[in-house]
């Protein structure tokens, strides 16, 4: 036995909040359906596959089915169920305290979670999309922001966050009353988005911020986990640098200690100066919307680059300028020994019209640790498969070859970025060996691979 529920769709994409939709879900199907009103603002809708230029205002239905119980760019403000996962343990520990609502093992687990988590943690958070239960609730939530304020993060906070996290049972109340309920952001990495001065990090933090707020922009703030990731907080910013160097466009990032635990904050990139929210969608929920995906790297990049061209749905403005993008983000991580740059690791935003990939996010050079160390997520350029007619296998230069061929450069083209790349990350093993805070084996581990990756790719 199940009971139908209901949600509503909020956005504040036109700088003020309208009311896009509402949601159904069943037994069997989620279904969403267009407000004549929103329809008449031509803003973009809950995703690009699931754009209201498709639909109208007919009403959208989807069949729940593993993976995705919601439509994909819902169903990616619920942090996924793995029991490690932080922010979906934040979300369930503050349902428990507010509502006294007991959540048994195999219950966290279960799609009455994610729906209660999605109440809860669905609006305010990364993207544009805000869900609610209703909208008396949305209408508060909006007109009632709390005063914006920059607290010095000192003792005085009274939780100790560290202890949080080693183990989130203790001060989780305190804690939760200091960040409020923390909106959901995807990802292995715990994080939370607060907000800081416009000018930069300055051990002050603010609740993320919902209405325009001169002098303050948000940020996510990743937390280093320094047991299983040491190190990685400079890591990522080596990566985000060399990135920068490379022609990137990267946002801004401060690393710091909060309470005592290294973390890297980082400008968001889905909201613009006035901190309104632009429309983004990872190419997971994008790609997810219109064909069936079992997870965040079943595909193959060349499969991208096709799609970018060819998909019914526009993906981006400028084809030539994104294969050209996706082809450069991808040397870029080989170079850079990342290894992670999965489906989720890639966004599409909108601004002033124009859609395009979104600014960097995540580069870090994940194969320093040996539970990542893998040369890519995804298949390109038929690397170690045998070709008809041939007896060897596709090498490594071959196949960054074939996938630049298939992201629409000759041969010259390639040739001049590859080398261009090589030269801009000529130092980056040297820097590595450099870091302070990561330990000599991922050092080495990620030297001897980017080492072994530039040989193969030297010209
Ligand atoms: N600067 C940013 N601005 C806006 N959104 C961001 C930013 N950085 C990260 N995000 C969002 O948060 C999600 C998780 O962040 P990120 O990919 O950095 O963390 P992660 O935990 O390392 O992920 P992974 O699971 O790939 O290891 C991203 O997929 C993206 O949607
Ligand atoms: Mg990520």
Not at 103 to 121: G, N, P, V
Not at 189 to 197: C, V, Y
Request: negative net charge.
């Amino acid at each position: 036995m199940s009971t139908d529920r209901e949600a509503v769709v909020w956005t504040r994409l036109s700088g003020e909040p309208n009311r896009m939709g509402k949601l159904y879900v069943t037994d069997k199907e989620c279904r969403f359906t267009y407000d004549e009103s929103y329809l008449q603002l031509n803003l973009p809708g809950l995703g690009l596959v699931y754009a209201p230029e498709f639909y109208g205002n007919t009403t959208i239905s989807r069949e729940r089915k593993s993976p995705f119980d919601l439509f994909p760019p819902i169903q990616s403000l619920i942090p996924p169920r793995q029991t490690d996962n932080f922010q979906r343990n934040l979300a369930l520990k503050y349902l428990q305290t507010k509502n006294n609502q007991q959540f048994s093992a195999t219950d966290m687990t279960s799609f009455d979670a994610d729906w209660e988590i999605l109440k809860i943690s669905g609006h305010g958070g990364i993207g544009h999309l805000d869900i609610f239960e209703d909208d008396n609730i949305a209408e508060n939530w909006y007109t009632n922001p709390p005063r914006h304020e920059l607290l010095e993060i000192s003792d005085e906070l009274g939780f100790s966050l560290k202890q949080f996290m080693t183990w989130f049972e203790e001060d989780i109340e305190v804690f939760i009353q200091t960040v409020g309920p923390t909106p959901s952001v995807g990802g292995a990495i715990p994080k939370l988005l607060l907000s800081i001065p416009e000018s930069g990090w300055d051990g002050r933090i603010g609740l993320p911020t919902r209405i325009k707020t001169p002098g303050i922009i948000d940020i996510v703030l990743k937390f280093e986990q320094t047991t299983r990731y040491p190190g990685i907080v400079e890591l990522e910013m080596l990566a985000l640098e060399m990135h920068r160097e490379a022609g990137f466009d990267v946002p801004r990032y401060w690393p710091c200690i909060f309470k005592g635990m290294p973390a890297l904050a980082i400008e968001r990139f889905d909201r613009d100066h006035n901190n309104t929210p632009l429309y983004s969608e990872t190419l997971y929920s994008i790609l997810a919307s219109g064909i069936p995906l079992n997870n965040h790297y079943d595909y193959r990049y060349d499969l991208i680059a096709q799609a970018i061209d060819l998909s019914p749905v526009e993906l981006v403005s400028d084809t030539v300028d994104a294969k050209l993008h996706l082809f450069k983000r991808f040397l870029m991580s080989l170079l850079t020994g990342n290894g992670d740059l999965h489906l989720e690791n890639l966004s599409i935003t909108c601004d002033d019209n124009i859609k395009g990939f979104s600014r960097i996010y995540d580069p870090a050079p994940m194969r320093a640790y040996a539970q990542h160390d893998m040369l890519s997520v995804m298949p390109f350029g038929e690397y170690g498969e045998m070709l008809d007619g041939s007896d060897d296998a596709v090498t490594l230069k071959l196949a960054v070859e074939r996938f630049a061929k298939i992201c629409g450069l000759n041969k010259t083209q390639f040739e001049d970025i590859l080398t261009d790349y090589l030269s801009k990350t000529s130092e980056f093993n040297k820097r590595v060996g450099e870091l302070k805070t990561v330990p000599d084996e991922n050092k080495e581990r990620l030297i001897k691979q980017t080492e072994d990756i530039r040989k193969k790719l030297q010209i």
